[in-house]
């Protein structure tokens, strides 16, 4: 499994026995639900706020989606997103009211006496946006570019402990 500055990265497996064996219409309960749980990570069915309450939420701005890789541990949460082509200097973060946006701009390089034959490759603006859970300190969030990817430290704020009120 991957590992990062908050631990190794470990995805939840539940077999499929412990999953009711109804059916809807013909179609397994638990067939269902995995359908909904893998649009949830696609972006196309967007999940509560209750459910999602300490978790960074990604949502893609514009044609070209950037790839990100969004990672939870212990102290808090590192966000990865690829941008192959682009420069330190051509990327902004900007954070409000607890929403990270990404932009960006891949550029076309600059070719002389030669004629573009394919080109598979997005040129352009790039922009997405992560919702960033009340649980994050967003004072000390980091950001880190290398290699034509973006890492983005999130730590977690630590827990109010209750504190006790002397009696006089």
Request: aromatic share 6%; hydrophobic share 40%.
């Amino acid at each position: 499994a991957p590992s990062t500055e908050f631990g190794r990265m470990e995805l939840p497996h539940a077999p499929a026995a412990r999953f009711p064996r109804r059916s809807v219409s013909g179609v397994r309960l638990c067939t269902l639900l995995g359908l909904v749980a893998f649009m949830v990570v696609l972006g196309h069915m967007r999940p509560s706020q209750a459910f999602l309450s300490s978790v960074v939420t990604y949502q893609p701005d514009g044609k070209y989606r950037i790839p990100a890789q969004i990672v939870e541990g212990a102290k808090g949460m590192t966000i990865s997103c690829d941008l192959p082509g682009v420069s330190k200097e051509d990327v902004q973060l900007q954070l409000k009211e607890n929403v990270i946006t990404v932009t960006g701009e891949r550029k076309m390089p600059n070719m002389t006496d030669v004629k573009l034959m394919h080109q598979e490759t997005y040129v352009g603006k790039l922009t997405c946006k992560f919702i960033i859970p009340n649980t994050i300190d967003t004072d000390k969030i980091q950001a880190h570019h290398d290699n034509g990817v973006l890492i983005l430290t999130l730590f977690k704020k630590p827990e109010v402990q209750p504190r006790l009120i002397p009696i006089s």
